[in-house]
């Protein structure tokens, strides 16, 4: 299985969402099947077969998520960092001011998908292949 190590090592190449797609092919070959990154620390759980599970703590001081979720803000904070014009943190509180409290990476369906405080789905977005 793998290590938060291993995770570590793999996600410190990326630089910008164009690096995204690469990521998630290093951390799917080392057996990750989803992830969950909960906005507002930036901590993860990292899920693979069987169960294992294992987690990285917070990134961060706790920020406060919007309680109206706007897919739109999102949509436009996507597309920039996918362009590579913002790093992960300013993504990140992009997110969390579009009302984004979690993503799922889903490695086996190849999707992300946002999820407001309420649980709705804000947006599903297939992860491109590199």
């Avoid at 507002?40 to 406060?64: C, Q, R, T």
Wanted: aromatic letters at 10%; charged letters at 20%.
């Amino acid at each position: 299985m793998f290590t938060i190590d291993q995770i570590k090592e793999a996600h410190a190449k990326v630089k910008s969402g164009a690096d995204f797609p690469a990521y998630v092919q290093d951390i799917k070959s080392m057996g990750v099947r989803t992830y969950v990154h909960h906005v507002s620390d930036g901590h993860i759980e990292y899920k693979g077969e069987n169960n294992f599970l294992v987690s990285a703590g917070p990134k961060w001081a706790p920020m406060e998520i919007d309680l109206n979720g706007n897919a739109e803000a999102l949509k436009h904070a996507l597309k920039i960092h996918q362009q590579g014009q913002t790093d992960y943190m300013t993504f990140c509180r992009q997110s969390a001011e579009a009302g984004v409290n979690i993503w799922i990476v889903d490695l086996i369906k190849m999707a992300c998908i946002y999820y407001d405080k309420a649980g709705n789905e804000m947006i599903v977005e297939a992860i491109p292949v590199p």
